[in-house]
Every structure is written in structure tokens, then in C-alpha cells.
């Protein structure tokens, strides 16, 4: 099973900054990680695919990048509404998994 | 519009069963893969099972195959989950969700997801 690690576990930032977010998996998975975004009592968001891609109607601010086993999730300018706990996932191999989410709170 | 709604949650007891089900519309059901995640409470989100599209296979996490099975009803929309031998462990939200699929294929990622269904085993 691929193991995702996700860093920090909670990242305490005011809005304006930039948020820079970690995803590490334990072997080789190319591209294929996803990115979500998910508040309390809702459902995941879609925000990236295979690394770097943005879903449909997710702003240009959320960026995603890396390969292999390092990637990351850039917020370029943190809005009010963005402050979540974000997930990654891995689509290389089953079963498919989940890193443990990095909470992204209001300093 | 594409709408996914999750219902069937509800309290069971240790070794009891239970069915979700998952209603599907705004887009071609039969064309997309569909998924469970399951999220205990105050916990990250763990995925549970996958439904490939017309006779592709199925998935499951190790930690419920033998006692979870999941189906599709394509003519009515329809995603299912049949959980027996239901344990302390299984409680969480349970999430029905959509693949994400575009012109260069199917992606093992989800781009809909319903508002969940919770789940508590518990004598």
C-alpha cells in the first residue's frame, strides 16, 4: 500500500499569504495525485488532479506541482474561504489512498 | 446539473447490516466510475470500494473486503453498498462520489461527491 505523508499537519497562516502545502508517498506514483479541499461538515472539493491540473471552477490561486514522490499544493494568495483541512490521493496503485490532511487555519 | 445524494445511514449493532444507497443524476450514469470514502469521526478520509463502468472490475480496501459489497444499477442511476459483519471500526460518514473522466479517460479521482451518510455501529 502506498502511504501518503502530509506536512505540516497544520499550518497557521493569516489571509493574504501563501500557503504551501506537502504531499510525500512512499514509492514512485508518477503524477498521479489529487489534491481536496474539504470544510467541517462538508464533502471533499476536487481542486487538482495528476499534480498539476485544476478541476473545473477551481481558482487560479490553487496550484499543484511535483512528481514522483514529492508534490505540493501552492495557494498563492490565502482567501477567507480557504481555510480547510486538505487531502491528497494517489491513483497509481490499489488500494487507493489518502494522506492524513493538512489543516489549514486562521493565524 | 450533477446531483449525488447518499442515504441509508443509520445505527446498527456489532455483526448487523446495513445498505447505502446513492442516487445519481446530470449526468451519464453508466459511463463513469463511482466510489465509496468513508470519513470516521474527527478522522482523515479512507476509501473504501470502486465500481469500474460497464463490466470493469470492482475494488475494495482490505480492511472491508469479505463483508462490503458494492453495485451499480445503471438503469436506475443507482450506487450501493451492502455492509455485513459491521464492526465498532466502520463507523464514520460514508461518501458516495463520481469519477472524474475527460477526453484522455477515466482517472481513479472524484470530482462529485454526496453530503454523506453517517454510519454507527453500536451496541
Known amino acids: 500500500e502506498i502511504v501518503l505523508t502530509q506536512s505540516p499537519a497544520t499550518l497557521s497562516l493569516s489571509p493574504g499569504e501563501r500557503a504551501t502545502l506537502s504531499c510525500r508517498a512512499s514509492?514512485?506514483?508518477?503524477?498521479?495525485l489529487a489534491w481536496y479541499q474539504q470544510k467541517p461538515g462538508q464533502a471533499p472539493r476536487l481542486l487538482i488532479y495528476?499534480?498539476?491540473n485544476r478541476a473545473s471552477g477551481i481558482p487560479a490561486r490553487f496550484s499543484g506541482s511535483g512528481s514522483g514522490t514529492d508534490f505540493t499544493l501552492t495557494i498563492i494568495t490565502l482567501e477567507p474561504e480557504d481555510f480547510a483541512t486538505y487531502y491528497c490521493?494517489?491513483?497509481?496503485?490499489?488500494?487507493?489512498?489518502f494522506g492524513g490532511g493538512t489543516k489549514v487555519e486562521i493565524k | 446539473e450533477v446531483q449525488v445524494v447518499d442515504s441509508g445511514g443509520g445505527l446498527v449493532q456489532p455483526g448487523g447490516s446495513l445498505r447505502l444507497s446513492c442516487a445519481a443524476s446530470?449526468?451519464?450514469?453508466?459511463?463513469?466510475?463511482m466510489t465509496w470514502v468513508r470519513q470516521a469521526p474527527g478522522k482523515g478520509l479512507e476509501w473504501v470500494s470502486l465500481?469500474?463502468?460497464?463490466?470493469?472490475?470492482?475494488y475494495y480496501a482490505e480492511s472491508v473486503k469479505g463483508r462490503f459489497t458494492i453495485s451499480r444499477d445503471n438503469a436506475r442511476n443507482s450506487l450501493f453498498l451492502q455492509m455485513d459483519s459491521l464492526r465498532a471500526e466502520d463507523t464514520a460518514v460514508y461518501y458516495c462520489?463520481?469519477?472524474?473522466?475527460?477526453?484522455?479517460?477515466?482517472?481513479?479521482?472524484?470530482?462529485?461527491w454526496g453530503q454523506g451518510s453517517l454510519v454507527t455501529v453500536s451496541s
Open positions: 462520489a463520481k469519477g472524474l473522466k475527460n477526453s484522455r479517460g477515466l482517472y481513479h479521482f472524484f470530482d462529485y
Open positions: 446530470g449526468f451519464i450514469f453508466s459511463d463513469y466510475e
Open positions: 465500481v469500474s463502468i460497464g463490466a470493469g472490475p470492482i
Open positions: 514509492e514512485d506514483i508518477s503524477s498521479y
Open positions: 495528476d499534480a498539476s
Open positions: 490521493q494517489q491513483r497509481r496503485n490499489w488500494p487507493l489512498t
